[in-house]
């Protein structure tokens, strides 16, 4: 088969390796990809990803079997609308159903509608409005651009005082059109806990959860990020909740299949906080997370072509999850001022040692090719991930993996992991 995969971040270089491990992948296209990709795929650094007639023209003159659309952003441009129509495979929703990212208003009726578990909320294009909100309901309490603001539209307000300034950065765009409805809803407390699944014809078929760390710094101190760390399976979630999490996540599936004009067919990323009152919704996502996806699929043992093909082609009872018996983390290494302004272009060395450790794979972020050498190119420049047979074999590997790598600024959280370490109790 051919396949091309829409992306450039560490979450594309984990589906493309993946894919490419697959005896049936035969040649395999990223765009535009980055420095890792490069190394075992094609990279299409002059094709626009959210540009669906420009994919498709691609996709029909290099005989394309199957398109894999890695982010939101081209999902929510209809980029899988305008393949579909034209007979070719894709993972990845349509333009309606990418609404469940695109527009946190639009996710939340449907949660609202379909009995899934959520905060409370008031979605509004009023800012006066959204500031009465704020004063009647107090604080703590989360604040949200409604659109697509690449992981950064969030703000957990400590204070009413706070609250207010993230509503006042929203009006005053902030964010841009995504800023011009807000969502300010209820601050749930607990652990977070995202679990990712596979739909097709209104079936889930759940991955293994997984736990990402957003705040920069060691502690969960300073601003939220794209993601800093991440580990799967997570140790504290209960079977209890576990079995309720999959539950919300085969409900969601299944009203897909009830209300959506068109099949579903992808992957649902299912963002939940573990209440005292049980698993509720923080959020929906229509792709894989990131760095989720970079501890979810290695731990796939199944053939990822396959799956998603089956997923692609509207074939749910042809899909069979099996997982290897292992743990799995990964440590995010930012350049210096990430999530904030950062310098590109460094140099990064030590890659090929950490690589060549046994049970770690290093994915590429924000990398590229410059002159002959692999420099920085973005904010989280690498996802280092190991296996192994305990939760602390695999963090320790992976630690481990991280000192042989370096370029000028390196950062990365020195504590991923250690709640899960220390058990429920360290949330509380």
């Not at 984990?14 to 420095?35: F, H, R």
């Not at 004063?135 to 989360?142: F, H, L, Q, T």
Request: aromatic residues 8%; contains cysteine.
């Amino acid at each position: 088969m051919n396949i091309l995969v829409l992306g450039s971040g560490g979450r594309e270089h984990a589906i493309a390796w993946a894919l490419n491990e697959s005896p049936k992948c035969e040649k395999l296209y990223v765009a535009p990809g980055n420095g890792g990709t490069a190394g075992f795929a094609e990279n299409v650094a002059g094709l626009n990803a959210e540009d669906g007639e420009a994919v498709l023209a691609f996709a029909q003159e290099r005989s394309i079997d199957m398109v894999v659309i890695g982010p939101e952003a081209p999902l929510v441009a209809g980029v899988a609308d305008v393949l579909r129509a034209a007979g070719i495979p894709v993972f990845g929703p349509d333009a309606q159903g990418a609404q469940l990212e695109g527009s946190k208003t639009f996710c939340k009726e449907f949660m609202m509608r379909h009995g899934l578990p959520t905060a409370e909320y008031l979605s509004t294009s009023d800012e006066a409005a959204a500031h009465a909100y704020i004063d009647e309901k107090g604080a703590p309490i989360v604040v949200k651009a409604d659109g697509l603001a690449a992981g950064k539209g969030v703000v957990v307000a400590q204070t009413v005082e706070e609250a207010h300034d993230a509503v006042s950065s929203c009006f005053d765009g902030a964010f841009g059109d995504a800023g011009n409805t807000v969502v300010v809803e209820e601050c749930l407390t607990g652990p977070e806990c995202s679990m990712l699944a596979f739909v097709s014809a209104g079936k889930a078929y759940c991955m293994a959860p997984s736990q990402d760390h957003k705040r920069a710094y060691d502690g969960d101190e300073g601003p939220n990020t794209g993601g800093m760390g991440a580990y799967s399976p997570v140790p504290i979630v209960t079977d209890e909740e576990l079995a309720r999490m999959e539950e919300v996540m085969a409900n969601a599936a299944a009203a897909t299949a009830e209300e959506f004009d068109h099949d579903y067919r992808g992957v649902l990323y299912g963002g939940f906080m573990l209440t005292p009152a049980g698993p509720k919704l923080l959020e929906y996502n229509a792709r894989f997370g990131d760095p989720e996806t970079q501890v979810v699929l290695p731990r796939l043992e199944s053939d990822l072509v396959d799956v998603m093909l089956a997923v692609a082609e509207g074939r749910p009872e042809d899909i069979d999850l099996k997982w290897a018996d292992k743990w799995a983390v990964t440590v995010v290494l930012a350049s210096a001022g990430y999530p904030k302004a950062y310098e590109k272009g460094k140099v990064i060395t030590g890659i090929d040692a950490a690589d060549a450790l046994d049970d770690v794979k290093v994915y590429h972020a924000g990398t590229a090719m410059r002159d002959g050498e692999l420099v920085t190119s973005g904010g989280r420049v690498l996802n280092v991930t190991a296996m192994g047979d305990t939760f602390q074999a695999a963090r320790e590997l992976a630690y481990k993996a991280c000192d042989f790598i370096q370029f000028e600024g390196k950062q990365n959280r020195t504590d991923i992991g250690l709640r899960a370490i220390n058990g429920r109790s360290s949330w509380e």
